[in-house]
């Protein structure tokens, strides 16, 4: 007997524009990802004025999947998925986010896609927004520092819900809503919201407006799918990373409780409907006087989530720099290395346990339905003289990962529906924008100049995964 239920969802996850490629085809309009640069090792992406990056640019290609399509989910069925986590690139709908009618040519493609999953028993797991808007509403409307992205994109998951309503069950609003809380660097705003700071302007106060704006839309589409099928489940997608207390100082247990509010804040919201105290506090405190009004606030009690979708790859730990009873959080100086857990080459601290401490945190919390969108290990696979890839680190990492989200259903008895880990088929990093740093089961021949032949082979940890989901995660 499995720990895990009977229909336990086993999948992968992939978001349309880090491996669709066809960035200018079927109609497609340019959105936010087809104008980021490429960062180096360590250093993040950053926003363009609309330039678009050369011909080998990473995403522009991507592995093909717009082409490739049918060769791949034969292969996600090989593996033995029984759903596959994708988005809908916004663009491909509505190419500039402001016109009347969508693209056909747009819905169509995802049809099929969702279609070629179904015949394989493969259930299609769908974030409406992942990291690309249209660039023209960046342009035109400021991206969502403005009010009028909650009528486009309302109208974007209508159209979506309207016609997928019969091969579509799980879907997710915006990926990684809270990413954007991290809003002193480029990438996680820009990707997130849209939005580029002009010099001198109070970062954070726009964030929390566009945050807004994003939560409003949500519920809103929350609600209209809803009434489209009630058997919709529309979960919100958190980027949780836990952050420990560096020590048992009272202080740092403090600090602690309060980055988690300024992190995880988005969460309340989405499930209760409304802003946690806290948040109000900050806010007057801080002076934002946000454009919130009575009718956001009656959405927003309109649009609860169903389940709580969010991705897991590491913690962090914070000590508390004195900062007296506000214990305001600043990323770039409260976070310190934890001792006692290893990073990755890219600076991600591996911490399994972590996960279950995560499911805890959220069950304790919410008492929702969990899904584990993301997980996974971005590593440099090197390819064996006899073309094989022994990614054992993957497997490691996986393993490490499955066992403590069991652990977390066996010990603390927490509503788990499902795992996919991410980029199980090799695709472009959205942090760096590269195709070095790979996480697939599915080896993709591409490397980062944009030269390969695009062929797929099966690593190791093919196999093994293979196994995990036969045995319903009871062989690891
Ligand atoms: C999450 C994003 C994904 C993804 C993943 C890995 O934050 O939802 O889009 O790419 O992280 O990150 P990276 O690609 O930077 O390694």
Known sequence: ????????LWGGAVAAHQLEGGWDQGGKGISVADV?????????????DG???????PNHEAIDFYHHYKEDVK?????????FRTSIAWTRIFPNGD????????????????????????????????????????????????????????????VCFERYKDKVTYWMTFNEINNQANYAEDFAPFTNSGIKYQEGEDREKIMYQAAHYELVASAQAVKIGHEINPDFQIGCMIAMCPIYPYSCDPKDMMMSVSAMQKRYWFTDVHVRGHYPS????????????????EQDLTDLTHGCVDYIGFSYYMSFAIKDHDKGPAFDYDESQDLVKNPYVEASDWGWQIDPLGLRYAMNWF???????????????????????????????RIDYLKAHIEMMKEAVEFDGIPLIGYTPWG??????????????????IYVDKDNEGQGTLKRSKKKSFDWYQQVIKSNGEEL
Not at 51 to 57: K, T
Request: aromatic share 14%.
């Open 363 to 393: 069950n304790e919390r919410y008492e929702l339905p969990l899904f584990i969108v993301e997980n996974g290990f971005g590593a440099i696979d090197e390819i064996e003289p006899d073309g094989t890839i022994n990614d054992q680190y």
């Open 99 to 158: 016109e009347v009618e969508p693209n056909e040519e747009g819905l169509q493609f995802y049809d099929d896609l969702f279609d070629e999953c179904l015949k394989y028993g493969i259930e299609p797991v769908i974030t409406l927004s992942h990291f690309e808007m249209p660039y023209h509403l960046v342009t035109e409307y400021g991206g969502w520092r403005n009010r009028k992205m909650i009528d486009f994109f309302a109208k974007f998951a209508r």
């Open 51 to 57: 330039v678009l990056q050369g011909e080998n640019y």
């Open 75 to 83: 292969l996600f069925a090989d593996l033995g998925l029984n759903c």
């Open 1 to 8: 007997m499995s720990i895990l239920r009977e229909n336990f």
């Open 424 to 441: 199980f088929i090799d695709l472009v990093s959205a942090g760096t924008g590269e195709m070095k740093k790979r996480y697939g089961f």
């Open 36 to 48: 980021m640069t490429v960062g180096a090792h360590g250093v993040p992406r950053r926003i363009t």
């Open 278 to 293: 806290f948040m109000e506090n900050y806010l007057a405190r801080k002076g934002f006087d946000l454009d919130i009004t």
